[in-house]
């Protein structure tokens, strides 16, 4: 089990930039796959992007093109770099890491708001 620490959210215009970083309390080189979600008020949670160990990366289509996912396994902590924030993007961001064969481990969620 590791803690995960989210970090970078605040208050932007519309247009504007963020990065959230999610840092691990230890390795994450064994991680199979490690993500965000992020949750509006009043909305379910919903997935945003993810990185697999080898690398690849996937997005939600409504972030395709201005949301970069990355990690550092040297620092133990995987990045969401949010170009073009609209206020849409407003939510909770939450970050996960899913070890083999044990349950998916999660964030305390850090605040990301947009104004038009």
């Known amino acids: 089990q590791v803690q995960l620490v989210e970090s970078g959210g605040g208050l932007v215009q519309a247009g504007g930039s963020l990065r959230l970083s999610c840092a691990a309390s230890?390795?994450?080189?064994?991680?199979?796959?490690m993500g965000w979600y992020r949750q509006a008020p009043g909305k379910q949670r919903d997935w945003v992007a993810r990185i697999y160990k080898i690398g690849s990366t996937n997005y939600v289509d409504s972030v395709k093109g201005r949301f970069t996912i990355s990690r550092d396994n040297a620092k133990n902590t995987v990045y969401l770099q949010m170009n073009s924030l609209k206020p849409e993007d407003t939510a909770v961001y939450y970050c996960y890491a899913d070890p083999p064969f044990r349950a998916r481990n999660w964030g305390q969620g850090t605040q990301v708001t947009v104004s038009s």
């Open positions: 230890g390795s994450i080189l064994s991680m199979n796959v």
